[in-house]
């Protein structure tokens, strides 16, 4: 669309079968907008608005849009027979939109169930681990948009510490979601965001997870020297215990990547003593908000798994890849973060390659390759990419078992918009 209107909006929301409430947090916004553009017709949405609202059309089902093309030519009859009641509606309109900035109201200060809800809001976004990589983008810039809202009404400094939290999260999950989604130099520059918001909230465990996060991007990146960069400074800032052991899994990955497997040994070696330290000291973060801010059992066992991977080392990473699968297996399944979980399957497959083991590869690979695009993030095509390199190199190259299974995982490549890092 070239410019979208809150008739254009509501009319998607009416193709789609959503309420007001649904639609707002399918697109991430406030509800409030949605009764906006219900209000105001002719209003046009902002350019962060008009992106999203692109971006949900691109996602609709084809009878959906169908749906969508043929109410247009409805609104556009509609849009000349305005009407008296249209003028009244103004008027009641415009009342909403004065009581609802009312300078009056602001100035009393944030309620505290307010920044409560938005906590309880954020620890349930961050334990869904089956929510497709746009969808937990929406959500998180929704509740960190409210969270900065909320934080510029108010001076008090507790309530501003709490709501600085919210906001660091928020940006965290919505830098690693658009890392997922393709979008390396704005996941770096939300990255580099959410680590200013947790240091103005004093929560060193926030602020030494979102270094992990940048040293994460770095080794994505394959900038190894910037991860260790990254890990130097968040080891002074991190507390004893989940945090600095989750730091070390990271920067494992990092040695990897240089080719030194005594470092990686060594910093695994290291974050035992971390777990001891873990078991008599709970991290605030991980116990309060959980699910993508902690980091168990088995997300050390991947972080491992791709260590040792890095290293060409398919016995030592199929072994911790299935310690890993083991763990996340024992999960409620509403908890089970599939992008980890499929990711971890991508690595214990590429480890039976090393291990000259192409049926065991393409066991591993099975679930992966029944993923709906919607599900299919740069995380997963990275690692697939490299699989598919695995299958076209010697001793698979002319193997017609091992070709065929490459053909398989090129068509799943290019069915999925979401492409891997070059």
């Given at each position: 669309?070239?410019q979208?209107t ?50 949900a ?22 849009q ?15 009342a ?89 130099n ?9 680590t ?6 004093g ?85 309060s ?86 599900k299919?993030?740069?995380?997963l ?19 017609a ?22």
């Amino acid at each position: 669309m070239e410019q979208w209107t809150g008739r254009l909006a509501c009319a998607l929301q009416a193709a789609a079968g959503m309420t007001n409430e649904r639609f707002a947090g399918w697109l991430g916004i406030a509800v409030r907008t949605v009764a906006y553009w219900h209000s105001r017709p002719e209003s046009v949405p902002g350019n962060a608005n008009q992106e999203l609202l692109n971006a949900a059309l691109d996602r609709l089902s084809d009878a959906v849009r169908s749906r969508f093309l043929q109410s247009l030519d409805d609104a556009a009859e509609r849009q000349g027979s305005a009407s008296s009641g249209d003028a009244v509606g103004d008027v009641v309109s415009d009342a909403a939109d004065a009581i609802a900035d009312d300078s009056l109201l602001s100035s009393i200060g944030v309620p505290h169930d307010s920044i409560e809800a938005l906590q309880q809001d954020m620890a349930l976004l961050a334990r869904s681990g089956g929510m497709a990589a746009f969808d937990t983008f929406s959500s998180a810039r929704r509740l960190r948009d409210e969270a900065r809202a909320l934080a510029e009404r108010t001076r008090r400094p507790g309530d501003l510490a709490n709501l600085f939290v919210v906001i660091g999260q928020g940006t965290s999950l919505v830098a690693s979601t658009a890392f997922d989604l393709g979008h390396w130099n704005e996941s770096a520059a939300l990255a580099r965001a959410a680590t200013q918001y947790a240091d103005l909230a004093g929560h060193a465990s926030l602020k030494a997870w979102t270094y992990g996060l940048q040293m994460t991007l770095a080794n994505w990146r394959n900038e190894p020297d910037a991860a260790l960069s990254y890990f130097a400074r968040a080891m002074r800032a991190a507390p004893d215990g989940e945090p600095k052991l989750r730091l070390r899994y990271i920067v494992s990955r990092s040695y990897a990547l240089l080719d030194d497997s005594e470092s990686v040994a060594a910093v695994l070696e290291a974050a035992l003593r971390d777990r001891e330290a873990a078991e008599g000291q709970p991290d605030e973060l991980a116990t309060s908000t959980g699910g993508e801010f902690a980091f168990g059992d088995a997300r050390a066992a991947a972080c491992a798994a791709a260590a040792w991977l890095d290293l060409r080392n398919g016995e030592q990473a199929a072994r911790y890849g299935r310690d890993a699968l083991r763990v996340y297996q024992t999960l409620p399944e509403a908890r089970r973060p599939y992008s980890q979980m499929n990711g971890t399957r991508i690595d214990v497959a590429a480890a039976h390659l090393y291990m000259r083991d192409k049926d065991g590869a393409a066991e591993a690979l099975r679930t992966v390759l029944d993923l709906p695009p919607h599900k299919r993030n740069v995380s997963l095509t990275g690692r697939l990419a490299r699989i598919e390199r695995l299958l076209n190199e010697a001793p698979w190259s002319g193997d017609a078992d091992a070709r065929q299974l490459a053909e398989r995982i090129s068509v799943w490549l290019s069915e999925t918009s979401a492409r891997p890092l070059a």
